[in-house]
Structures are given as C-alpha cells and as structure tokens.
C-alpha cells in the first residue's frame, strides 16, 4: 500500500472516530490541530487503526508519536513486519 | 458480539422507556467501559443513564454523602476492583503480611458496601476479580500463601461468600469473561500502561454484555421458559424412523453429547426454569424415549408441557405461551432445524431463537455462552412449577390458533425438482425405502439392487424429489415409484417423504410432478393407496387431501386429465 494510501484510509477512520467529516490529515498534522483530538478520542483512533490493518502498536508509538507523519511511520512499519 | 467500534456509535443513543441509573466507580478507568455498557443497553433496548466517575475516585466519592455519585441518585451502582492494581499494591507490601491480603481487600470492601447502603438506595452490582499468576514459585504457588496467585483466587472466594449474606449485591463475573477469551484477548497491556485500561478494547463489549445481563434481570427481563424441539436436538436420530432403541442417547458415541445437553435442561429446570416440549410427530411416539428409554436424562415429569403434533410450531408455541400465561420476550426456543427457527423467529419476534451450531457436540457450550438465564433473585430449588403447568394445560386444553405461514414459505425461495432414478441416488433412495416410516404411504422397503432394477424397469415409473431454499439445501427428500398397471393406468407403488420438509408445500409439489409425468407418458389414471402401519397414520387422508377420489377405503384414484394442481410456492428449479 502506497503512503498516500495509508494517509487516506486514516483520514478515513479519523473522520469517523470524531465525528466529523470534514477532518484533513496531513503529515504534519498533531492532536492540537484537531478539536476533537483528545486523549480519550486518541484511543479509539489507535485502537481502530489497529483493527482497519490487523497490526498492534507499541507503547511507545501510541504515546510519543507526535504527528500523523510518526505514526504512519510505525503503521506502515507494522505492515511490512506482517508479510 | 458487537464490536467496540459499534458500541461506541450507539454510546449516545437511549432507548425508550423508564431510565435506569448506574454509576460506575473504579479504580482503572472506566470511561470506555461506560462507553461499551450505554451502546450495549441501547441495542438491548435497555433505556439507561450511566454516569463515570473520575479515574481512581471510588474512596472519596463513596464516604462523602453529597458526592457526585450520590448526587446521580443511582438505581446501581458497579464496583470494579482490578486486579492489576490490587497486584501492584501486593507487591509494594511487606512479605509477613501478604499472607493476610485476600482478608484486608475483603474488610475494604465490605466497608464501600456499608458506605453505599448508607447513603443510597442503590443496588451494588460488585465486579469479582480476575486472575493474574506471576508464576513467582510456579506451580508451586498454588499452595504458598504468601503468593498472589494464592490470595487473588482466595479473595474470589470469600467474596463469593460475602456476597452471599447481602441482599443488595449483585455478583458481576468479569472473570468468566477473562477465561472465555482468553489472556491473549482479555489483556493490552500498551493500553494499560498508556491509559490504566486494564481490558483490552476488544474485551469490552463482553463485560458490557455481562453488565448489562445482570441490569436486565433486575429491571425484571427474565428467561423462563425453554421450548425444547425433540428429533436431533434431545437425541441424536429421528424417533418416529430410528424407533426408541436405535436413537442416539447415553453414555456411548455421539449419545453421549445428548446426555449432557439433557443434564444441562434438567439443571435448569432444578433452578425454576420450565421445560416445554414442541415437536412435529405423534404425540405417542414422541413419548417412547421419555417413557421407555433407560438412559433419557429428562422424563415425563420434567416437562410442564408436551405438545406433539403435525401442526406448525409457532402456532404450538402460542399454545404453551398462553397456557403458562408468560410474555414471549421469556421464551427461548431450541430447535436443531434452520427451516423451523426461521419460521418461529419470523412469526413471534419477541421469542429468543438461538442459531445453534451444526455439530450437536457445539450446543451446549454455545448456549451457556449466551448466557439467556440470568436472575437477580435465587429463592432455592424445590418450587418447583412444573406439575402445576400440567394440570393447568389437561384442564384448559386450548385451540391452536392457525396462522397463515404463506407468507412466510413465499418468502422461502424455495426450489424443488423430480427426476426419474439416477445410478448416483440408488443407495439413498433404498435407505429412504427402509428408514422411513412417518410420512410413507405402503411402507415397501427396497434393497439398492430392488432400487436398480426398477429404475431399467420399463413397467415402472419412478422420480426422486430435492428442495433447496434460501436456507440451505435439504437434498433428496422424496421418493416416488409408480407402477404399470396397463397402458391407461399406474399404480402409486412408493410415495415416501422426509418428514423434515413436512407441510411446507412439498407434498403438494410432489403429487403436481407425478401426475404431470403420467400425462406426458399418457397415461389416464393414477391409483393410490395407503396402507396403515403403526407409525404413519399422518398420512392417512393425505390422497384425499391431496384431491384424489376415494373409491373403496385407503384406496383412491385421480383422474389424469382433471387434475388441478396444488397450490405451493416451490419454483422448478431451472
């Protein structure tokens, strides 16, 4: 799956999870960018993310990723980790 | 089960109707879990506020009488203790006094319960604990009291026995929750450590069920009443073909699964649960096992009502509903057949229809697992009400009330097909001729070699029936064989069907084929006849039924080329 690709179906699943569908992610964008982006709203995002592409993150990458651009980082790492 | 992801979307939607209150107190966040429990009551129908309090307040919420929680003035309020906190709190203690762990959490407990009972009416519904073994001696922890392993399954204990002396706490059993998943399902520890979550997003939905269960029973949405179909669900066989010694039951082979399934109803019935029978065969036959087979864990006794008959169950099941005078939402109906579930569940909605597995091995585990018999009261055996049902049932005797199922069998797609004998079917087609006895109308039974030689045989005419529908396949389900009587006339020799497909338009699909088969052979006339035995009286009229005319007794004849067919809503298959 291209990069690109991974960004919109996160995108996807960020529209979801808070609600609204007008949310944009991009590389660069961070929780405080967001409204709705809050610790609580975080782990569902990271729990359905893990669930849309059947892999599991770390500690470390739920708590210290400070982009979306890190935490595709570690998702796409996962992903390769898989096959 | 739902998923988490589901519950979520319906964490803000109530359900109609009066609104119970439940608090949640924990020391682990309990904000997803309020989250899993409010979707879980909405799609239960369950109209419920609940209200979370802040992480790790549970002591100063509960001694202040004007604390938040109090303030929401709770119907329930739930306490959840987990055991990943209690672990660590074991550890930072010094090894003379963890001998005496299980007892302090106890006394603590205890306190929050006196607390509650203070200064709310609430009910408390108390989480038990789950197990977690640091494996710090092994094995050999079991017996080390000093150990956690030893404490957590002691303090589970007399929990138990705590709950026991007071009415107004409701056991909540998280840690069947944790053995039924699993640790690799139940636990994350990331989410733990990231957010002091210490079940994982997955696991939520099934402590939100087991909540909600208990929420249910209180709010006086019980199960009472199992409808029990007999044939392949109380014992492996079919008893009206099989006869009473060669149906599966007892210690031995597949018998075995049958026994236990049958211990599992009688248990339920030991704790007030009433056993209701519902099943197509004469009610004499349906009886045999129950009164002659020496290893049938249920009897006569244990069954308040027995309905056998050859008419639709969902009509039999209004009968025994109105009879017990209990609502439908009560019910729970188990029937090993795809076709009869369908039916109950499309004309009684209300009434709980579990979708068994295939493998009867799988029933029971599966149907503990739904966990429909939950209560909030126990008042001990011995009221027992099922002799009361059977007086009640001989002196009321109520008409079964005919629904029209059209409808239902349109709905059906059912296709159906007649085909002259093939060399594949020849084994099945002579089973069919021994075993079955039911719906079979001169009981001639056929070898596989009687069954060849028919078929080359140009004196007869033979057909062999399937039907599929929307459900599944039934295979081959019917088994005609006409004989030459001269050039004008035949002669119903077999006409056999499975009693599995019974009454929903097949008998009629059945005799369409056939006569349309005389016609295109040209022959004017077809004679039947049927020929009493002990078990197919239910097809005695069946001819006549069918519009045959009666020319002496039992034996009937059909004008070819007057026939009307019979209306059905099985379609031919392309």
């Known amino acids: 799956m291209e990069r690109e690709e991974v960004l919109k179906k996160i995108t996807e699943i960020a529209r979801d999870v808070f609600d609204n569908a007008e949310v944009e992610l991009k590389e660069e964008t961070t929780a405080a960018d967001i409204e709705e982006w809050d610790s609580l709203s975080h782990l569902n995002l990271i729990s359905d993310i893990e669930d849309a592409f059947e892999i599991k993150f770390t500690l470390a990458e739920v708590s210290k990723s400070k982009n979306v651009g890190k935490l595709m980082d570690a998702l796409i790492k996962h992903m390769g980790e898989k096959r | ?574």
């Not at chain 2, 009330?401 to 594949?424: D, H, N, Q, R, W």
């Not at chain 2, 057909?463 to 006409?482: A, P, S």
């Open chain 2, 1 to 574: 089960m739902y998923s988490f992801k589901e519950l979520r979307k319906h964490s803000k939607d109530q359900a109609e109707g009066e609104i119970k209150k439940l608090a949640l107190l924990g020391n682990v966040s309990t904000q997803f879990l309020a989250t899993a429990i409010r979707g879980y009551a909405f799609l239960e129908g369950l109209p419920l506020s609940v209200y979370d309090a802040d992480y790790n307040q549970m002591e100063p919420q509960l001694l202040d009488p004007d604390s938040e929680v109090y303030c929401f003035c709770p119907d329930c309020i739930l306490l959840w203790i987990a055991t990943d906190k209690l672990y660590e709190e074991f550890l930072d203690l010094s090894p003379e006094v963890r001998p005496e762990f299980a007892a302090s959490v106890m006394s603590k407990i205890m306190m929050y319960w006196d607390l509650i009972s203070q200064h709310s009416g609430a009910n408390i519904l108390q989480m038990n604990f789950t197990e977690i073994d640091d494996k710090a001696l092994g094995n050999y922890s079991c017996k080390v009291g000093s150990t956690f392993a030893y404490q957590i399954r002691k303090l589970n204990f007399m929990l138990s026995e705590s709950m026991a002396t007071r009415r107004n706490v409701y056991p909540l059993d998280i840690l069947s929750v944790q053995i039924q998943l699993g640790n690799g399902k139940f636990y994350d520890a990331p989410l733990y450590y990231n957010a002091k979550m210490n079940v994982s997003m997955n696991a939520l939905p099934f402590v939100a069920k087991a909540v909600t269960d208990v929420l249910k029973a209180l709010a006086g949405r019980i199960k009472k009443c199992v409808v029990l179909d007999l044939d392949n669900t109380l014992w492996g066989g079919i008893i009206g073909d099989d006869g009473v010694d060669n149906i599966e039951i007892g210690e031995l082979g597949r018998g075995h699964v049958f026994t236990d399934f049958q211990r599992w109803l009688k248990e339920l019935k030991e704790c007030g649960i009433i056993l209701c029978v519902c099943s197509k065969n004469d009610e004499s036959t349906a009886k045999e096992p129950f009164e002659q087979h020496g290893e049938m864990v249920l009897r006569l006794s244990d069954i308040a009502l027995f309905v056998a008959n050859w008419d639709d169950k969902a009509a039999n099941i209004r009968l025994i509903q109105k009879t017990l005078n209990i609502g439908m939402d009560s019910m729970v109906f188990i029937d090993d057949n795809p076709f009869e579930r369908n039916l109950v569940r499309q004309m009684i909605p209300e009434i709980e229809v579990p979708e068994l597995p295939e493998d009867p091995a799988l029933y029971l585990g599966f149907l503990q697992e739904q966990n429909y018999f939950e209560t909030a009261s126990f008042t001990g055996t011995g009221s027992d009400r099922t002799k009361l049902y059977q007086a009640e049932f001989e002196r009321t005797k109520l008409k079964v009330s005919f629904e029209t199922i059209e409808g239902y069998l349109e709905s059906l797609g059912m296709i159906g097909a007649a085909k002259p004998f093939e060399e594949s079917k020849y084994s099945r087609i002579a089973q069919l001729t021994q075993r079955s006895n039911q719906f079979n109308l001169r009981t001639v039974r056929y070898t596989e070699a009687d069954i060849q030689s028919i078929a080359h045989d140009p004196d007869y005419v033979t057909l062999y029936y399937t039907l599929k529908d929307r459900f599944g396949d039934h295979g081959l389900v019917g088994v005609v064989i006409m004989k030459k009587k001269n050039g004008d006339e035949l002669f119903i020799d077999t006409w056999l069907m499975s009693c599995r497909v019974l009454k929903r338009g097949m008998e009629e699909y059945i005799v369409n084929c056939l006569i349309r088969e005389a016609r295109k052979l040209g022959y004017k006339r077809v004679y039947g006849e049927y020929i009493q035995t002990a078990k197919n009286s239910m097809v005695k009229d069946i001819y006549k039924e069918m519009g045959f005319e009666e020319i002496s007794e039992n034996n009937y004849v059909m004008d070819v080329d007057k026939y009307k067919e019979n209306k059905n809503y099985i379609k031919e298959m392309e």
